[in-house]
């Protein structure tokens, strides 16, 4: 995907559409209400696409999972989704028939630092568990089978679950070198390979910056001729999650939409989940103070990074990305690259790496941090300008007094 710095930054501001809309009425609730219902019973009638070992229930305790661990999942997946506190129930039904929906993931031009995130946690998390109970047809990185295998169970899929599976993708696709990426013993491109599974596919979820806008394989010169998901497949849904890596909150957030729903979710200009990417990482994020207020990070390991001020001036780029990074967090919901110090590299939006991934501001930013020391100045220069008059006016007052003593005093001598 090609797009300038200046043409981005434009679309940021004057595009409503990046921002969601929460202010749908009663009315859109009940009937979205009785809708889910419906889907969920449909499903619910269904087989489970494998039979699995164990019922969900048994699956949290083997996780170390309590009820209650689940119920705050269910809680704060609803808030995400953007859903009124009534739907919790239907969340919580959706989890535990998740096994009904087939999934094919493949891996492209990528790191596959997408799945790496999924499966190097500290302790398994609800959207872990979550992901584990999907019916995962296919993921080369952690399946059994390999070579003709490999390839005899992804034909099996793709003509078993035709035009009922969703098909992930990780990693960027080389139009540009297409022997770049080859796969199996009856090698496809890697445009091929994805064209092919998103024709037989109900949606397309491209994972990760890579997959969503091509990410770093795409960064300059872009030998491979690196592109995004969306600039292959036509004429299917995509539904891009950047980041790097995508947090794994919102991967189970689309799946849980499409479960209680059957569509995909309300996506912004570029292909992303409002649910996620309606929010502009600069407006939640905890140092949005000290910007206001002109309190900046100037050099590493000065007061001001001492004190969490903003960093801004150190490159971050928190007021050009849409992200829900500042509110999900990463690593169970304790921290974010933010929280820990380093600036935000827009790793949400489009050609990052060349764009944002820097250590310096954007030059002719439609953003500026205040002059001098920003609202804090102008409350300063405001109370001094209070002290000065109150100074005034005390020394008017004092000065008025002694004239007006004077006066009384030079009138009683004249009576007497």
Not at 84 to 90: C, G, H, I, V, Y
Not at 135 to 162: C, P, R, T, W
Request: proline share 6%; charged share 25%.
């Amino acid at each position: 995907m090609n797009i300038t710095d200046r043409e981005h930054l434009r679309a940021l501001f004057t595009k409503p559409t990046n921002y969601i809309n929460t202010n749908r009425g009663d009315a859109y609730y009940r009937e979205l209400y009785k809708k889910m219902e419906k889907r969920l019973t449909e499903l619910r009638a269904q087989k489970p696409v494998r039979e699995a070992e164990m019922k969900f229930e048994e699956y949290l305790k083997v996780w170390e999972l309590t009820r209650r661990d689940f119920l705050k999942w269910v809680s704060a997946t609803t808030a995400m989704l953007m859903l009124p506190p009534q739907f919790e129930p239907l969340v919580a039904q959706a989890a535990e028939v998740m096994n009904r929906i087939p999934i094919i993931w493949i891996n492209i031009q990528d790191c596959a630092g997408n799945t790496e995130a999924l499966l190097r946690s500290y302790s398994p998390t609800v959207d872990e568990l979550i992901l584990e109970y999907l019916s995962v047809e296919y993921h080369e990185v952690i399946m059994a089978a390999a070579g003709d295998q490999a390839e005899q169970n992804l034909e099996k899929a793709v003509k078993d679950f035709d035009g009922k599976y969703l098909l992930f993708v990780e990693g960027s696709i080389p139009v540009g070198m297409p022997e770049a990426f080859t796969i199996g013993r009856h090698p496809k491109t890697g445009v091929e390979h994805v064209k092919h599974l998103a024709e037989h596919a109900v949606a397309v979820i491209a994972v990760g910056s890579c997959a969503a806008f091509g990410g770093v394989p795409a960064a300059h010169p872009n030998p491979t001729g690196a592109v995004g998901v969306m600039d292959v497949v036509k004429g299917k849904p995509v539904i891009n999650i950047p980041a790097c890596p995508a947090n794994p909150a919102n991967i189970t957030g689309v799946v849980i939409h499409y479960i209680l729903t059957g569509e995909i979710p309300e996506l912004d200009s570029l292909l992303r989940p409002k649910f996620a990417f309606g929010y502009r990482i600069h407006d939640n994020c905890e140092r949005r103070a000290h910007f206001d207020a002109g309190e900046f990070v100037e050099e590493w390991g000065d007061f001001g990074a001492k004190n969490n001020f903003c960093l801004y001036k150190m490159g971050c780029k928190g007021p050009f990305t849409f992200n829900n990074c500042s509110i999900v967090r990463y690593n169970e919901g304790t921290n974010w690259p933010i929280g820990v110090g380093r600036g935000c590299i827009g790793c949400s939006e489009p050609n990052f790496w060349d764009v944002y991934a820097t250590e310096r501001p954007i030059a002719d930013s439609p953003i500026q941090p205040p002059a001098g020391r920003g609202v804090e100045s102008t409350v300063d220069q405001f109370g001094l300008g209070v002290l000065t008059a109150t100074a005034v006016g005390i020394g008017i007052h004092a000065v008025a007094s002694a004239l007006a003593g004077k006066k009384d005093k030079e009138e009683n001598k004249e009576e007497v």
